[in-house]
């Protein structure tokens, strides 16, 4: 580059010719001055000396690790870190004694250090805990609700979200007030025109899995879906992950509706909804269109929640200290071993049995049975 400057080439057109930027060729002919090519040093290094002014000598960076390892093994308390290594130095007087952060610099250099880095593991695939959900090969819908909006005037509101694992199908209801009614009939019209999924995800809301005080307690929403052969799921008390793509939703249904604009009434407040849905669906034609297959409502369906109980329904849950799984007001023995651990539970409605796989997160596609119970189905009439 630089010969090619001297015999009469610009610089620009010396960057050009060899793909290097105008300020590299600036430098490289700065550096050669007007001195002969075979004099000139092209050694591609930083100016100033091969060591920094303030590096601490040698022979203080060999005291530090002589006296890391005498800590190590003759200390009474056993503590050879930097603060350690630091007393022990002012203990001997040494002259130009290193600073805490410069004795911590000095064993990271060195490589002694015994902290160890967090591994981080990439997250597992979306919907990991059903083994059909994380191959593609079956889609899910999540559910949630928002409640405690209050419309100016004192309008309450409490809004029914819905979204889609692989296709992001997204629905959102706002209501005065959500009941297991509204979300029945909310659901039946939802899934009439998109199709049924394989599987329904919800949180332990009561309006979702009914009542808590009464065991084996199979609220209307869960005789729905039974009945239309969509399994329901249940995700973890009080666990991050399960319910993230429904709480992302949430968020953005408030964000880009509720606190984006002044709704005078509900009717409002529900118009805006449907538009925003309505675009959402739009954007995300090619992914719903490219999503596990959603089957169709069966003709003539009629909803009757009196119906024996048949299919299965999905509970995921965390083992307490003795191995035991809380699920339906029992207590079922899941793995002495696998203490304060995830598992899936399988209630086997119709082979009246349970089953409790054992869930790991770093090992996703790893769920061996754990256990088999047996299971006596409810047989006591629905109450209205």
Known sequence: ???????????????????????????????????RLDRVDFADRPLGACRPANRVPRKIEQQVLAIRRQLK???????????????????????HCPSLRTIGRILLRQGVLDGRRRVRRPPPAKGWFLPEVAAGRAEIDSLDTVTDLVIKGGTQVTVLNCISLHGGLAQSWPQGKITAKIVVRLLLAHWQRFGLPAYAKFDNDLIFQGAHQWPDSFGRVIRLCLQLGVTPVFAPPREQGFQAEIEAFNGRWQRLVWRRHHHRNLAQLQQRSEHFTAALLARSAARIEAAPARRAMPEGFAFHPDLPLAGCVIYLRR???????????????????????????????????????????????????????????PRKKFIE
């Open 1 to 35: 580059m630089v010969l090619a400057v001297r015999r009469g080439s610009s610089l620009r057109q010396t960057a050009l010719r060899f793909g290097v930027s105008l300020a590299t060729v600036q430098f490289w002919v700065a550096r050669a001055k007007d001195l």
């Open 73 to 95: 093994d003759q200390s009474t308390l056993g503590e050879h870190g930097a603060l350690a290594i630091r007393q022990a130095l002012l203990a001997r007087r040494i002259k």
């Open 319 to 377: 083992t307490d200290q003795d191995g035991l799984v809380n699920c339906l007001g029992h207590r079922w023995k899941a793995d002495r071993h696998w203490v304060h651990r995830l598992t899936r539970v399988e209630v086997d409605l119709s082979a009246g049995k349970a089953r409790i796989y054992a869930l790991r997160r770093k090992e996703p596609a790893a769920q061996p049975l754990l256990h088999t119970q047996a299971y006596n189905v």
